[in-house]
T-cell receptor, first 110, second 112 residues
Framework: RKEVEQDPGPFNVPEGATVAFNCTYS??????FFWYRQDCRKEPKLLMS???SGNEDGRFTAQLNRASQYISLLIRDSKLSDSATYLC???????????FGAGTRLFVKA | EPEVTQTPSHQVTQMGQEVILRCVPI?????FYWYRQILGQKVEFLVS????????KSEIFDDQFSVERPDGSNFTLKIRSTKLEDSAMYFC??????????FGPGTRLTVT
């Protein structure tokens, strides 16, 4: 089993839609979790950390389910500018080793 | 807003040559990382660095790779004898706390 696994997509959604991504992880990347976004040929940019209690930042909501070993990201009211690859990231103890998922492509269309 | 910078943006080198990729992390950050991303593939962890020493490294980070923080601002990745398969985008990242990381724009390395 891959350490951090994501559905590659692509997800094609209209503007204004709600879209959800899931990510599963194995025990070796099981301490801290994050969502990053990556635009084509650019660096990953931190979107949000993921907490067990769930956290929300504007239109974005992240959840962590440790019992089932999955992380989710919900984007409400999608904008054209949300089109990107969303990377699920897990870090081991101390945060020194970070494992990236392969990413989920999102296309938001007018 | 402070940001991580990397130079050069693109490096072309011949197989067998040594390259040094340079990064200037955000000034008050204490944790530093190198990643690579082969075109069309996922971001791969290479190494983390804290308190002037390597904290963790991946299987990719073999003897041809080394990292250094030669002064208070730069963080470098050296590849001793480049191979064709080293062609990739190399990202540097820094973090104030070893968790949330901020990435530089990357150096595209092309080995011919």
């Amino acid at each position: 089993r891959k350490e951090v696994e994501q559905d590659p997509g692509p997800f094609n959604v209209p503007e204004g839609a709600t879209v959800a991504f899931n990510c599963t992880y194995s025990n070796s990347a099981s301490q801290s979790f994050f969502w990053y976004r990556q635009d084509c040929r650019k660096e990953p940019k931190l979107l949000m950390s993921v907490y067990s209690s769930g956290n929300e930042d504007g239109r974005f909501t992240a959840q962590l389910n440790r019992a089932s070993q999955y992380i989710s990201l919900l984007i409400r009211d999608s904008k054209l500018s949300d089109s990107a690859t969303y990377l699920c990231v897990g870090a081991g103890t101390g945060g020194f080793k970070t494992i990236f998922g392969a990413g989920t492509r999102l296309f938001v269309k007018a | 807003e402070p940001e991580v910078t990397q130079t050069p943006s693109h490096q072309v080198t011949q197989m067998g040559q040594e390259v040094i990729l340079r990064c200037v992390p955000i000034s008050n950050h204490l944790y530093f990382y190198w990643y690579r991303q082969i075109l069309g593939q996922k971001v791969e962890f290479l190494v983390s660095f804290y308190n002037n020493e390597i904290s963790e490294k991946s299987e990719i980070f073999d003897d041809q790779f080394s990292v250094e923080r030669p002064d208070g601002s730069n963080f470098t990745l050296k590849i001793r004898s480049t191979k064709l398969e080293d062609s990739a985008m190399y990202f540097c990242a820094s973090s104030p706390s070893s968790y949330e990381q901020y990435f530089g724009p990357g150096t595209r390395l092309t080995v011919t």
